[in-house]
C-alpha cells in the first residue's frame, strides 16, 4: 500500500460525515461487567430543517463530535453509550421521549459522565423562554410559536441534566447554535438565548459556540467544512490543547477553554471579519479532564488536517448498525420487525399498523425491551402526527390534508 493512499485510510477513518444505520433496537441496559465510572452522550445535529432556513455544516458538526467520543481520545464510546439524532430524525419528541427513555435505561450513576450536545438553530422569546429548534419546529414567523412544539425548552432540559448532577454525574452541556439571526427573535433573542444558558447553571460544565448576541460562524473553509467553535473543539480535544498547560498528555477543561479562546475569535475576525468569543464555565471545574491524549490518534488527526489544508477533499466510513442478537425470541423479533416496517410506511392505526402489532407485543411480550422501545416508538410517532397538525395551522392550511 503506497503512502498517499495509507494517509487517504486515515483521513477516512477519522472523518465522521456518515449516515447512521437503519437497524432497530432497543436500547441496552448499562453494560455491568465494566467496574466504575462509565461515560454516556447524546448528540444532535441539524442542519435540514422542514420549516427554518436550513444549515451547513450542524450535522456534519455532531457526526464529528460523535466520532471524537469513539476515539481513543474521546475514551472509546462504544455506540451503545451514545444516543445520535440527526436532520429529520432529530424531533422533539424523538429527543425527550425516546432519548431520555434511552438514559434512563443507561442507570447513570455517580461519577458517571455524560455529554449532551446540541448543533443547529438556537433562538429565545425572553430570557426565561430559550430553546433549541427540532427538524419539525414551525415558528411562521412568531417565536411565541416555540411554546407550541417542536422546539427543546432549555430550561426543561437544564430540570434533567440537574437531576443527574445531583447524583453526581459530571455533564458536559455543548451547545453549538445561534447560527443564524433570521429567526423570529432576532439578534435579542440570541442574546437572551447564550445568556440565560450561561446563567442558569446547575452543576454542569457549560461550552458555547459564541457569547450573547453574537451568531456561530460555519464555512467550508473550516477543516473540510464545519462550525469554527466545533472544529476548534475537536481540534484541540484531540491533543492540540495540551500545549496550553502542563504537557501530561491530559487535556483539561482550562485547557481547552484557553485552547478554543485564542483561535476562534482570532480566525472569525481574521478570515470572516466577524466576533464570535465562546464562553465557557466554570472555574471551579477547570482541573477537570476532558480528553486524554493518545499520540496515535493525534498523529492521524494532524495528517487528515494536511491533507484538508492541500485541498485533498473529503472521505467517509459508514459504521455498521446493531443487529438485534442472537438471543431474542424468533416470534418476538418477527413482530418487533412488523412493528417497525408500520412506522416506516407512517401506518399508525388500524388492522397492519404499529399500533396493532404494539398491542401484540404488549400481550404477548409485557415487561421486555423490545415492547417498552415500540411503546415508545409509537408514542413518539403519534406526537409527532399531532406536531404536523399544529404546524399546518400555524401555516394557515388545511389540516385534514393529512
Keep these: 500500500m503506497n503512502r498517499s493512499l495509507s494517509i487517504l485510510l486515515c483521513f477516512a477513518l477519522l472523518q465522521c460525515t456518515v449516515q447512521f444505520a437503519t437497524a432497530q433496537s432497543p436500547p441496552k441496559p448499562r453494560d455491568t461487567t465494566i467496574s466504575g465510572p462509565q461515560t454516556f452522550a447524546m448528540i444532535m445535529g441539524i442542519s435540514k430543517y422542514k420549516y427554518v432556513r436550513p444549515l451547513t455544516y450542524a450535522d456534519k458538526d455532531a457526526e464529528m463530535f460523535r466520532y471524537f467520543l469513539q476515539s481513543p481520545a474521546g475514551g472509546k464510546l462504544p455506540d451503545d453509550n451514545i444516543y445520535t439524532l440527526l436532520n429529520e430524525q432529530a424531533t422533539l419528541a424523538n429527543f425527550y421521549q425516546k432519548g431520555f427513555q434511552w438514559l434512563k435505561v443507561k442507570k447513570l450513576q455517580e461519577g458517571d459522565r455524560l455529554f449532551i450536545y446540541l448543533a443547529g438553530h438556537g433562538d429565545a422569546i425572553d430570557e426565561e423562554q430559550f430553546f433549541y429548534l427540532t427538524y419539525d419546529c414551525n415558528p411562521a414567523g412568531d417565536k411565541n410559536n416555540y411554546l407550541v412544539g417542536g422546539a427543546v425548552q432549555l430550561y426543561n432540559l437544564k430540570l434533567k441534566i440537574a437531576k443527574e448532577t445531583a447524583k453526581g454525574v459530571e455533564v458536559y452541556f455543548i451547545m453549538d447554535a445561534c447560527r443564524s439571526n433570521e429567526l423570529p427573535g432576532g439578534s435579542e433573542g440570541q442574546g437572551f438565548l447564550n445568556s440565560a444558558i450561561s446563567e442558569k447553571r446547575v452543576g454542569e460544565i457549560i461550552m458555547l459556540a459564541t457569547g450573547a448576541g453574537q451568531e ?50 482570532e480566525i472569525a475576525e481574521q478570515r470572516f471579519r466577524r466576533k464570535q468569543d465562546p464562553f465557557f464555565c466554570c472555574d471551579d471545574k477547570s482541573s477537570k479532564v476532558v480528553s486524554i491524549v493518545d499520540t496515535a490518534y493525534l498523529r492521524k488527526w494532524l495528517n487528515m488536517k494536511k491533507i484538508q489544508a492541500a485541498g485533498g477533499g473529503t472521505s467517509y466510513v459508514s459504521p455498521k448498525g446493531r443487529g438485534l442478537g442472537r438471543n431474542a425470541d424468533t416470534l418476538l423479533i418477527e413482530i418487533y420487525n412488523s412493528f417497525n416496517e408500520a412506522i416506516k410506511e407512517s401506518r399508525l392505526i388500524g388492522n397492519g399498523s404499529a399500533e396493532y402489532y404494539y398491542e401484540i407485543l404488549n400481550r404477548r411480550f409485557p415487561g421486555n425491551a423490545y415492547t417498552i422501545d415500540a411503546q415508545s416508538t409509537l408514542a413518539v410517532e403519534f406526537i409527532n402526527f399531532a406536531q404536523s397538525k399544529i404546524n399546518l395551522y400555524l401555516d394557515c392550511r388545511d389540516a385534514a390534508s393529512i
Design 216 to 265: 456561530s460562524l460555519e464555512d467550508a473553509s473550516i477543516g473540510s467544512g464545519h462550525g469554527l467553535f466545533t472544529y476548534y473543539l475537536v481540534d484541540g480535544l484531540s491533543g492540540l490543547a495540551d500545549a496550553e498547560g502542563i504537557k501530561d498528555n491530559k487535556i483539561t477543561v482550562e485547557e481547552i477553554k484557553k485552547y478554543v479562546d485564542k483561535n476562534v475569535p
